[in-house]
């Protein structure tokens, strides 16, 4: 995203869009928990953080996409420094506006479960924390209406994914069609200012624009798969005891930023599954 570029837009629209007092009354309506953000969930009401699994949990048994996920910039969305720096100048200079804005994208569990209040310094639990992560992505997920500011709109279903047939003895388990679709990634890699509309950073809307999509190739064939110009098979099973598949998507879902995450990876100190001796990401051997 180009950073600097899309906060001083931000700051400075932002500055000519609402009165403060508007803008005060919005924040704290506890009608709207999201605002303004585009995450909801049923009645409009936050869930709890303990609505939602540890992502190790899920790593008992998605060993591999656990050590995949983990050493990539989902998972350390919370942390990255350039982000936190960034954040933090962005919600002093708008009094606590953009808090759920940004968070709803780089940590949507603390939005969600009601964690952030705005302009204060919010405690955001531990499950939080760990960014953009599985039980966000596969559990509750489902898509509403346009697809704007990272709009989703969460309920209670089944753990999602690609497969038509899978069994678990952890989760129950659905085929989700959005899974499969670039715009499932564009909910969140389509940035658009949240008052006025204006796109800020449209990795989405670019990919929708160019050659790929008439030759079929979405941003999971180059982003979720071992060759990250082109879809690759990538044979294996999804999870200890489940039966071989012809392609399992990985989750080390890389971009420019390999570095950074290669840095936050070897720093932190995250629970990793205990019997752990999943693939590691390429950049780290
Ligand atoms: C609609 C979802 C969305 C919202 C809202 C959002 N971001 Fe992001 N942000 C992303 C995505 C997706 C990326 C990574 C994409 C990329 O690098 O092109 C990103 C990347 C970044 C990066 C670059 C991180 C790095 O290490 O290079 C920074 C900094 C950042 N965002 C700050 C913010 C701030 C501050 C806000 C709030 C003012 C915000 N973002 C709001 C989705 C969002
Ligand atoms: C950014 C969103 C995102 C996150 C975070 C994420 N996944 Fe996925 N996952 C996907 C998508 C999208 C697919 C399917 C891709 C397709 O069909 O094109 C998928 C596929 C899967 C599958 C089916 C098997 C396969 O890989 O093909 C499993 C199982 C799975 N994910 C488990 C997990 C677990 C466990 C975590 C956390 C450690 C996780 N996912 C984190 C988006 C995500
Ligand atoms: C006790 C083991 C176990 C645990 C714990 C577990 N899973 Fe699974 N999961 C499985 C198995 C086995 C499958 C079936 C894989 C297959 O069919 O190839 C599966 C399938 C899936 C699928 C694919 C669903 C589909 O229909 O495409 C997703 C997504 C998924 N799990 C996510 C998760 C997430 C997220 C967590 C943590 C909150 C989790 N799982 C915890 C064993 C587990
Ligand atoms: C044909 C393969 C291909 C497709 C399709 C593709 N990407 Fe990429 N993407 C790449 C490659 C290669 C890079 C690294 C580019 C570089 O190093 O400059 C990249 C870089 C990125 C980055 C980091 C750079 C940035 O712009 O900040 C993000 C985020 C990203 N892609 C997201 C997506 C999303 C979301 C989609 C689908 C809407 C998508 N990509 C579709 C191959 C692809
Ligand atoms: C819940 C919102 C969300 C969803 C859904 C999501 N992402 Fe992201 N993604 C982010 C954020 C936020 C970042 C930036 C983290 C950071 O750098 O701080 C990111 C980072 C990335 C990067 C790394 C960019 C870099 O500079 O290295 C790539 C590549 C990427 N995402 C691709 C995808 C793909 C492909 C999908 C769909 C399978 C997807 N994302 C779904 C929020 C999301």
């Known amino acids: 995203m180009a950073t600097c570029g899309m906060v001083v837009l931000l700051l400075g629209l932002l500055a000519s869009g609402l009165s403060a007092q508007s803008l005060a009354n919005k924040l ?21 953080a303990s609505d939602f699994e540890d992502p190790g949990d899920c790593g008992e048994c998605h060993e591999q996409i656990y050590m995949q996920w983990q050493g990539g910039m989902h998972a350390n969305a ?25 968070i709803a994208c780089h940590t949507p569990i603390a939005v969600l ?10 405690k955001v639990s531990e499950i939080s924390k760990k960014g953009v992560q599985c039980d966000f992505c596969h559990y509750r997920l489902r898509k509403q209406g346009d697809r704007k500011h990272g709009r989703h709109l969460l309920s ?3 753990q999602k994914g690609p497969f038509k047939d899978s069994e678990s003895p952890a989760h129950q388990t659905a ?8 715009e499932f990634c564009g909910m969140c890699h389509d940035v658009y200012h949240p008052v006025n509309g204006l796109p800020l950073e449209k990795t989405y809307s670019e990919w ?22 082109h879809f690759q098979q990538n044979p294996g099973k999804a999870a200890i005891d489940a039966p071989q598949r012809e392609h399992i998507w990985s989750h080390n879902i890389v971009g420019v930023n390999a570095a950074m995450a290669n840095y936050l990876a070897s720093s932190s100190t995250a629970k990793r599954p205990s019997s752990g001796s999943g693939r590691q990401p390429p950049w780290r051997s």
């Open 28 to 48: 704290a309506d506890p009608q709207d928990p999201f605002f303004p953000s585009r995450l909801s969930a049923s009645e409009n009401k936050a869930l709890k």
């Open 78 to 102: 919370w942390k990255d420094p350039t982000y936190t720096a960034l954040h933090h100048i962005a919600s002093k200079e708008t009094k606590g506006l953009t808090d759920r804005y940004c």
């Open 113 to 122: 479960a009601g964690e952030i209040k705005p302009g204060e310094d919010s």
């Open 156 to 158: 209670r279903a089944y």
């Open 175 to 182: 085929f989700s069609e959005l899974h499969t679709r670039a």
């Open 208 to 229: 929708l624009e160019g050659p790929y999509p008439s030759r079929g190739v979405k941003c999971q064939d180059c982003h979720m798969t071992p060759g990250i110009t």
